[in-house]
């Protein structure tokens, strides 16, 4: 009886390892994924096979700004990632308020992408005004793209051309020299959202356009950080332990109480097939 039990418990094991097996190799690999940045899943970088020892660490969304809130929302929430094959997910809530983030990897040729989508909830009695989502993808693990001196760095200023992000015009706060807001066509009035306007590094310049990019030391890649849709503002920390790039899309001008909103965009990065 024990070597027929023994036999049926080893055929058992054979076709649960088989079963894993197939099931693994019909997840789609792919040259991008994401990796903990520790053991709790709080934070979480994107890696490329293409780019080893480069960990591009994010944060969507590090905290949502509103006029309605001094200190911010969801302000450094210590939630975890649910990561699963080519998705992370993410729920968190506070009072009345909730959001959801979901996260896929896709890939095509030269090019690797991470689409993010951000669901918000109001279930308050309040109309929240100029929501927005600060996204942070910061550079600071990945050499190869740090740029504090903002020269490899791109956006398009308000006529539209694109310019380094070195020469756009900066306010200079007190003991806050190395990080900046960039008010966007068509985005929020910045110095009415308190949490924003309490740093006093808002920068004169406005830009133009849904994204801020820059190109890798070596000049044979480009990161983006998009936002599908109306971008609030951008922001960018050159300080030697950040090296982050925010384009924030606006969540909503106005959201009435018992609303919800979903904003989407992309962290991609590209090959320069030209040099």
Known sequence: MKMI????????????????SKSTFAQEKLGISFLPA??????????LNDLPEQYFLFTVPEIITSRNF??????????????KNNQATRKVKKGPYKYQVMMTLQEEKDKFWVNWQIKFENNSKDTLVDIAAFNCLTMHHAPLFKDTTMIRTWVRNNFGEVVSLKDIAKAQGEGRRTMQFYPAAGGIDLSKSPWLRDWRVISPAQLTGNTMWLNSLDGKWK??????????????????????????????????????????????????INN
Not at 38 to 47: A, H, P
Not at 243 to 249: D, N, Q, T
Request: glycine share 6%; with cysteine.
């Open 38 to 47: 520790d053991e709790s899943n709080v934070s979480i970088f994107i890696v």
């Open 223 to 272: 990161v983006e950080t998009i936002v599908d849709g109306q971008t609030a503002y951008f922001f960018n920390n050159w300080e030697g332990d950040h090296g982050c790039i925010h384009a924030s899309p606006l969540i909503a001008k106005e959201l009435k109480p018992m609303q919800t909103a979903v904003v989407k965009g992309r962290f991609v990065f590209s090959k320069m």
């Open 5 to 20: 039990f023994f036999k049926k418990l080893s055929l058992w094991f054979l076709i649960l390892i088989v079963g894993a």
């Open 70 to 83: 001094k200190q911010g929302m969801f302000n450094a929430d210590m939630k975890a990632w649910t990561i």
